[in-house]
């Protein structure tokens, strides 16, 4: 059964630097496309980063990342902003090409980790 288990959020200060790590079981997902979105109360859930493709608001601030050996996706978040603030979650595309930014081409979520940015 596949699985994605989310960690590293928090508090942070406007301007500070947060990494999420996701990491995954179940398969093995190094032919896999792994993103993550966010989310913030009475919104849907918005697109923020697969492969080298980000969305504007966090383009320059953001990096994702992965390590295959360890079945994680990473994302490192600096200069962080107070619009930042969302339930981060992780996502897996079981497909090896990037499709796109679509919440349906994902099959498999984590259950989210919340990031408040805050002074």
């Known amino acids: 059964q596949v699985q994605l288990v989310e960690s590293g959020g928090g508090l942070v200060q406007p301007g500070g630097s947060v990494v999420l790590s996701c990491a995954a079981s179940?398969?093995?997902?190094?032919?896999?496309?792994m993103g993550w979105f966010r989310q913030t109360p009475g919104n849907e859930r918005e697109f923020v980063a697969a492969?080298?493709s980000y969305t504007d608001s966090v383009s320059g601030r953001f990096t994702i990342s992965r390590d295959d050996a360890k079945n994680t996706v990473y994302l490192r978040m600096n200069s962080l902003k107070p619009e930042d603030t969302a339930v981060y979650y992780c996502?897996?595309?079981?497909?090896?090409?990037?499709?796109?930014?679509?919440?349906?081409?994902?099959?498999?979520w984590g259950q989210g980790t919340q990031v408040t940015v805050s002074s």
């Open positions: 996502a897996v595309d079981p497909n090896p090409y990037y499709r796109g930014r679509r919440p349906t081409y994902y099959n498999y």
């Open positions: 179940g398969h093995t997902f190094k032919y896999f496309v």
């Open positions: 492969i080298s």
